[in-house]
């Protein structure tokens, strides 16, 4: 019995999705605009996130060693380093490549360094870190050993790469509420014409004794089912997009610039499909609920 009442809530749900064509396209063409716009900030915020991120391991600090360390405590001190928590990589700059280091940045073709002594530059340790919230921790621990002498840091660039990062987030999270409300609030009322139109139905249907959830469950299934097409419809408008202009920027000069690359769609499809199906069959589910509050009251 059970399994028969399933079926004809799940029947006159796929019912009036076919038989409301004029409300079904309204639902379907709104809640893919929404989540297709959806899709734009979630994949936009995704690049700007892999892109910060690549940046944040790449932003370190400068572990300068006093001038009277012997080799020795310098290969000691660079092993105590690599022990610390939270240590990505560790790098050994010598006088002489700090000295050619300097060459390259100053673009001395005319050899005016050349007359530099060496010894007036200083070995040092070049060292990125897993977590930037940890940098300055990290770094007042190092500073604590022996024959260590300064630290030279982009502080101010790693607090500017961590706000981005965390505004990204923030924006995204607002974009996605906003999408929702606006999409619960349209498929709710599109949802509502198809109720009034049944309306005479419905009160028969409560005058012979049919439970609140007996009517609910139809519209209900109609929200979701159309949910999920719009879903799977934005998915496909949405990957196939992307894949075109992940194809176009993959050998563009911008990628070159910037030294990183778009995130792949294999990466993100998963997330992609997991949130559209969430969003779609969520946000039916709650409109067609709300839609029938009015027509379901005692």
């Known amino acids: 019995m059970k399994y028969?009442?399933?079926?004809?809530?799940?029947?006159?749900?796929l019912s009036n999705v076919f038989k409301n064509k004029k409300s079904t396209g309204a639902s379907l063409i709104i809640m893919c605009a929404t989540m297709i716009i959806f899709g734009v900030f979630l994949i936009l915020g995704e690049n700007i996130n892999n892109f910060v991120?690549?940046?944040?391991?790449?932003?370190?600090?400068?572990?300068?060693?006093?001038?009277?360390?012997?080799?020795?405590?310098?290969?000691?001190?660079?092993?105590?380093?690599?022990?610390?928590?939270?240590i990505n990589?560790?790098?050994?700059?010598?006088?002489?490549?700090?000295?050619?280091s300097m060459r390259e940045r100053l673009n001395d073709t005319r050899g005016l360094l050349d007359t530099v002594n060496v010894e007036n530059f200083k070995t040092s340790y070049m060292v990125t870190v897993t977590d930037l919230n940890r940098s300055k921790d990290i770094q007042n621990e190092i500073l604590k050993l022996d024959?260590?002498?300064?630290?030279?840091?982009?502080?101010?660039?790693?607090?500017?790469?961590?706000?981005?990062?965390?505004g990204i987030r923030i924006v995204t999270g607002v974009v996605l509420i906003l999408l929702i409300i606006i999409s619960v609030?349209?498929?709710?009322?599109?949802?509502?014409?198809?109720?009034?139109?049944?309306?005479?139905?419905?009160?028969?249907?409560k005058y012979v004794g049919a439970t609140n959830g007996f009517i609910r469950w139809p519209f209900v299934v109609e929200g979701m089912i159309i949910g999920i097409i719009a879903s799977l419809i934005s998915i496909v408008i949405v990957g196939?997009?992307?894949?075109?202009?992940?194809?176009?920027?993959?050998?563009s000069t911008f990628i070159k610039?910037?030294?990183?690359?778009?995130v792949s769609?294999?990466?993100?499809?998963?997330?992609?499909?997991?949130?559209?199906?969430?969003?779609?069959?969520?946000?039916?589910?709650?409109?067609?609920?709300?839609?029938?509050?009015?027509?379901?009251?005692?």
């Open 4 to 13: 028969n009442i399933l079926g004809y809530l799940i029947g006159e749900g």
């Open 53 to 86: 991120d690549e940046v944040k391991l790449d932003q370190g600090f400068q572990v300068f060693m006093q001038v009277d360390a012997t080799q020795e405590e310098i290969d000691q001190v660079g092993e105590q380093i690599r022990q610390l928590d939270g």
């Open 89 to 100: 990589t560790i790098e050994f700059i010598s006088k002489e490549q700090a000295l050619n």
């Open 147 to 166: 024959n260590v002498e300064k630290i030279e840091s982009s502080d101010e660039t790693v607090s500017a790469l961590i706000n981005v990062a965390n």
């Open 185 to 205: 609030f349209i498929i709710s009322n599109t949802i509502k014409l198809t109720v009034h139109a049944r309306r005479k139905e419905i009160s028969i249907m």
């Open 240 to 251: 196939g997009a992307y894949s075109l202009i992940q194809d176009q920027f993959a050998s």
């Open 257 to 262: 610039i910037i030294g990183t690359n778009l």
């Open 265 to 298: 769609l294999q990466d993100m499809l998963t997330s992609i499909i997991f949130v559209y199906l969430l969003l779609g069959i969520g946000i039916g589910a709650i409109g067609s609920i709300i839609s029938m509050r009015k027509y379901l009251k005692v």
